[in-house]
């Protein structure tokens, strides 16, 4: 069992920054792609953005694409996710993954997730 734990959220202004963090406990074969979700209340959870920890290939939502950018580090074991220009239709609270393959977008293509930490996103 792989353990995801996030650190990074809080509480910003229109137009402000926030810089998530999630570490995994180990690589494994299903933490070859690791990436983020989100949930807003009253909403689906939705795909953000994924990572291929491995060549580092990058998948956006539209939503975030321009603003957010993820990366990883060379150990493989952390992504980040830079967020820039926030607004608050991107309050929610994210939710980082991993699983064993890049570039899916769908809740069930992720094996394991994160307990979510909550951004907030103030006009």
């Known amino acids: 069992q792989v353990q995801l734990v996030e650190s990074g959220g809080g509480l910003v202004q229109t137009g402000g920054s926030l810089r998530l963090s999630c570490v995994a406990s180990a690589r494994t074969p299903d933490t070859v792609a690791m990436g983020w979700f989100r949930q807003a209340p009253g909403k689906e959870r939705e795909f953000v953005a994924s990572i291929g920890m491995i060549f580092g290939t990058p998948k956006y939502a539209d939503s975030v694409k321009d603003r957010f950018t993820i990366s990883r580090d060379n150990a493989r074991t952390t992504v980040n996710l830079q967020m820039n220009s926030l607004k608050p239709e991107d309050t929610a609270v994210y939710f980082c993954?991993?699983?064993?393959?890049?570039?899916?977008?769908?809740?069930?293509?992720?094996?394991?997730w994160g307990q979510g930490t909550q951004v907030t996103v103030s006009s």
């Open positions: 993954v991993a699983g064993p393959r890049g570039r899916n977008t769908g809740t069930n293509d992720y094996i394991f």
